[in-house]
């Protein structure tokens, strides 16, 4: 009897399955894993995204805040010097560091120090630190660096309480100029002649009102009980000689543009305008940078502000610096005005009279007549130095860690 012999083909066919089960198992778990993977980078990636836009914030909220006076503060009640969060919260200034968003989802928060830089006391060295939303850990995520640089709006103190690049005029028997700090170096100050006329102004100061020497200057007032001192320097062919935008400049840290963008309020004032666009404007303490367009386009001249009506503007702690582009009078006895006055075309309070506490300062001519006071004060220019001053990221000090 003959067996046929047949081949069998089931075991090739099995090991066949198994290994493309095997490959497949393998691929998918690959494939599981690169998935995990990529959620943790992506979990990862936005855990940073967070913290990074966290400690972003923290920077952009603070430099809002920052101010000088408040650096000072904590350089002063702290005695390591280095500010943080808790200072802002002591000096009674509210930093939100917890971040979320509309539906009230935490988003992340931050927390910062700043510490004055050790080789220029005109830079603070700021650090941020960016935490994500799920980190519960005092380990920061993400850490922002950055040199920030002091930048007053007024260059320096001005070194007299009356300055003016032309002339100035004084004919009253009522007017008082004093300098009761021994900061600046004069009373009067021009570019053009100064004029004193009439018997009884008066004009004093710890240092005497001279700012030079050689000066040729009509004089009928007694000055300091010694009219050998020169109430001023006029005739200054430096100070005379400087063109509208560099005399502003040279009292003034930016450009009257920037100044004008800048302002804390901007008053459009072509056709002429009095007292009542002020008003409410004194009721605010915190309006410290005013700028007055008096600029008539049309007729291409300069129209008048002109305060007629008792006024209080600005306060020893928060002085004002008021810019008139064009032509200020002052014409009321109880008018008064604490800070820097800058015009760009004249002042003049014609037969009346007013009140200024800091420093009065024109591109033009001044005149000055009627009962009216000029007092420099050191107090009320610090603080206006202080409270118009900020803080500015320094060009390539940014670091993120």
Known sequence: ??????????????????????????????????SVMEQKISANHYRTVQAFEAAQAGLDT??????????????????EGIG?????????VNIIHQLKDDNGNTLGRFDFSFQQDATDSALINFTVNGYASDNSSKQPNQIIQQKLLFTPTIAYQPPAPLIARQNINVASNDVTITNITGDPGATIWAGGNVVISESNNT??????????????????ATINSDESNSISSDNDTQLGGLSPDNFFE????????????????????????DTNVLIDIAANPESNIIWVDTFNSTNNSFESLTINNAINLGSIESPVILFVNGILKINHPAASIIGVIYTTHSFDNGNGAGNIIGSLISEGDINIKGNFGLTYDNTAMENLIDNTAKYVRLPGSWRDF
């Open 1 to 34: 009897m003959r067996y046929q012999h047949y081949k069998q083909k089931g075991m090739a066919t099995l090991l066949t399955s198994v290994v493309i089960v095997f490959v497949i198992s393998m691929i998918s778990i690959y494939a599981a894993q690169v």
């Open 62 to 79: 603070v430099l809002l805040q920052l101010t000088p006076k408040l650096a000072k503060y904590v350089n002063k009640n702290n005695t």
């Open 84 to 92: 943080t969060l808790a200072d802002f919260e002591v000096a009674g």
């Open 203 to 220: 004009c004093s100061g710890m240092m005497g009102c001279g700012m030079g020497s050689g000066s040729s200057i009509t004089v009928s």
């Open 250 to 273: 040279n009292f003034i840290s930016e450009t009257r543009n920037r100044i004008k963008q800048k302002s804390d309020i901007q008053i459009n004032c072509s056709s002429g305008c």
